[in-house]
């Protein structure tokens, strides 16, 4: 099973990250990140650059209304991911109270749809299939040293 | 560079789509993911359960607080996602725009960290 761990924080968590030191952040972050990989957890991670940057697009017009970011009703806002290959919710949960993070950080765990959820017949979930195998492939060509 | 489209859904949006026929919604989005595949694009995309299934984890306590979901003080949901690599945030907000979804629904098109925003 996978679950994504959704990391929001709220504006004075966010200030409070920034004034960090930087290298202290990236050493917590990467403790955490190696003790998952290292128990053979870890699928995915990454993390978002500032929501001013970003946009948004709003499909209640047709066609489809594009502003500025940051997104404006949500004010918790998401600032990176991580993907866990786990046997249960609980393992999920054990894993997400592990990450460095702290006052105003919530981590939201979602389970993420799997094969089990979708008609295995339809071709478009096949193609899918296809997709994401041909992407695997590529990211482990590009990858630094090959694949391992 | 990458870009991030995160789907939202206020409650009516989410629920029009648990209800609506599966094998039309399937090809939408089968149509419009192999479209990106197409045009190279396409790094990786995932839908999320339902988030009564899910769980929090709210680090303001310590040791931090875990209560079931679903994430209360976020009214529209995040539902699934796409990452997609193009040259400019303006090729980002097209595909964006491409995606068949409907009212009620948005997405947030945020840019992926890299390691070159590590050195700072």
């Not at chain 1, 709220?10 to 990140?33: H, L, R, S, T, W």
């Not at chain 1, 979708?118 to 694949?147: H, L």
């Not at chain 2, 190279?40 to 769980?55: D, I």
Request: net charge negative; charged share 25%; glycine share 10%.
């Amino acid at each position: 099973m996978q679950y994504m761990l959704i990391m929001r924080s709220d504006d004075a968590a966010v200030e409070a990250f920034k004034e960090m030191p930087f290298e202290q952040v990236i050493e917590a972050m990467g403790k955490y990140n190696e003790s998952m990989i290292n128990a053979g957890v870890l699928v995915a991670g990454e993390g978002l650059s500032d929501a001013s940057e970003g946009f948004v697009v709003d499909f209640t017009a047709d066609p489809p209304l594009v502003t500025d970011g940051p997104y404006g009703e949500t004010k918790e806002l998401f600032n990176g991911f991580w993907i866990l290959e786990v046997a249960s919710k609980e393992e999920a949960a054990e894993w997400a109270k592990r990450c460095p993070l702290g006052p105003g950080a919530k981590l939201e765990v979602r389970r993420v749809h799997g094969a089990e959820d979708f008609p295995a017949d339809n071709e478009w979930i096949q193609k899918e299939e296809g997709w994401r195998a041909e992407q695997t492939a590529k990211q482990a060509a590009q990858a630094p040293g090959g694949s391992d | 560079m990458q870009y991030m489209l995160i789907m939202r859904d206020e409650d009516a949006a989410a629920v029009e789509r648990r209800d609506a026929p599966f094998e039309p919604m399937l090809e939408a989005m089968g149509r419009y993911n192999d479209a990106l595949a197409e045009a190279g694009v396409f790094v990786t995309a995932h839908g999320l359960a339902k988030p009564g299934e899910g769980v929090v984890v709210d680090f303001t306590a310590d040791p931090p607080l875990i209560t079931d979901g679903p994430y209360g003080e976020t009214k529209e949901l995040f539902n699934g996602f796409w990452i997609i690599d193009t040259d400019s945030i303006g090729v980002a907000a097209e595909w964006a725009a491409r995606a068949p979804l409907g009212p009620g629904t948005k997405l947030e098109i945020r840019r992926v960290h890299t390691e070159a925003d590590l050195h700072r």
